[in-house]
């Protein structure tokens, strides 16, 4: 079922490349329709896969992955829709294209141990996965930063200039994006805390057991959690902005993607549940 | 259904003449009274601008307007028609709208894809419109024209890059900043560069332009003209400080601003940009304070280079946008031989309903005894038959490929069903000078209303 969003992702990537390239305003439009299209019948999917287990289907890295993808697609389309600017679609649609390859290789649906049934578990994965994605377009928005800034400077002016919003709307754009990602990035975590408190003690599942500072996903997400602090201290303490703030974005979106798939998939004892 | 321009441009002629010919002078409404007055002709539309003088025309018959548009034009401006005479060049029919077309698409301005052309067609239009100089064709040939003007714009490259050096210091400050709204300016030293780019930065709304100068006088004199704010000359390092864009234009032969003085200058502003323009001759800003962080720093070079790149994009965009003005020009000459089809086409109705209710009243006497329900029955069977008669005709008189097709094919009807004889489409009829002096109480009735 995931198949169908990731045709329509596909689709939505051709058309902002070609956007891109002629910036006709013929291929925008069908670039943002059928993203529209596929977020839409994304949404569709995972209320079907709902329906069919009785949860939102987030257990797992692979559920989790095609939340990601759809938190993303609504992410990027708001953003598209509140600044006028499609030029960031070319770098954030492929992203999502190949993350859903996963869900769209292997579809199903992970069932859920009985320690997951809780309300805080569904608040720390939404919350994580939201923060995810608000980084994700941060970190496009700053390696558009960064490409804008070569061109300016190497006074070689081609088409990032002709594409690209100010150097100050990106910066301010990269920023805000960091500060809520960042107050969804904690909110997470927090509440990922909490539970293991309240179950950690009696629980007999080896996972739960397992979850501690230096499980890698955990460790490697607390890394995370630094580079952004980080980064929003900076900005406030030494003026941190342009491209220092850009760097800091893109590597921390960089670990992220490290921690979500490759250690979610092989490198944790404590989130494993496929 | 005929389309005549005249008019000069700077194609054509020399400057000191444009300026003669200058239509605005004494007053475009003035001047589309006297062609009326002097050509009889129904619509005109003037349009002048300080790169062209051009009379637009059209009327529904063939008329020797050129000979008269270029006595009245020598007349107005005053100018002695031997000498403006070669300057000038006449367009007709698909000729003249694809010149507007042109003209409207910036494609003949002086800076090719300049986009100020449009608005001021857009003026002419409106002012010969509403005093009512327009009819169905000029209105259907200027509103396809803005059509043409906004699809080139959008669609093309044609108007993008700036192309003067002025302009694109502040296009690139605009990339740098987004909006210039509240930001502070430094002008050091004079010179007509230094001056444009400062009423340029004044009319984004910059929030402050500071005025260096060695000379205070000078300083204060420049200030006052962009209404900026005179800055002592020892004073301009600590400046920087708080400045977002810098132009320097002294000429002086040392570094005015060294790579150290810039780097000290940026410390305390962290990660706010710096954009300098340096378009003094010696260099004002040592080169290598391009490399601090965040310091855009450009020099008369690199801008004289980013106008001309962006000159050549343009010209690579001028066969997008010709193949633009070709497709409207022909779709509007298709509806205008349409439209030009259309007297034809009224003859031969009136002939075929005249035909009918000649042979309904010669069978009225038979038709008496039929019942009210049955008479109407054959009213409207015979409407209906005369309609299907005539639908394939009018679409191909409609569909002629041109002009002379349509005068063939005009021709060939009314010899064939005689249509001159019994009766002429009611606009033939009147003679040139009582349509003229109909139009002319039209528009002043028109006028009235207003």
Redesign the interface.
Known sequence: MNATPLALYLVAWVAYAVHFGT???ASGRIATVSLVVGALVHTFVIGMQTMQVGHVPLVGTTGAISAFVWVLALAYLYTEMTTDERAMGIFIVPLMVVLQLIPAITNSVAARPPVLESRWFEIHVFSLLVAYATFALACVISITYVL?FKE??A?H?GVF??RL?????LDGMNSRAVTFGWVFLTLGLAVGAIWLVQVQPGAADPRVQAMSLLDPKIFTVLLCWLVYTFSLYARRA????????AWLSAVGFAILMLNFVPIGYFGTDSHNFY | MHLFLLGASHHSAPVDLRERIDFARRGIPEALEEVVDATGLAEVVILSTCNRAEIYTHSEAPRPVAERLSTFMSAFHDVPEPELAPHLYGRQGSDAARHLFRVVAGLDSLVVGEPQILGQVKDAFAIAAERGFTGAALNRLFHTSFTVGKRVRHETGLGEGAVSVSYAAISLARKIFGDLAGRRALVVGAGEMAELTATHLRSQDVGRIGVANRSAARAAALAAEVDGLAVPWEEITAELTTTDIVLTATGAPRWLLTREQVADAMRPRRDRPLFMIDIGLPRDVEPAASEVEQVFLYNIDDLQSIVRENLARRQSQVDRAELMVREEVDAFMRWLRSRGAIPTVVALRRHFERTRRQELERLAPKLAALSPAAKSRVEEVTRLLVEKLLSSPTQQLKAAPNEDAVAADADTISRLFGLDEDDEPAERRRAPGERAAAGAAGRSSAARNR
Not at chain 1, 238 to 245: H, M, N, P, S, Y
């Open positions: 910036r006709s305003p804008l300016l400077k006074k002016l200039y002709a919003p100010s150097l100050q709307v030494f003026g941190w902005g342009g491209r220092r703030a």
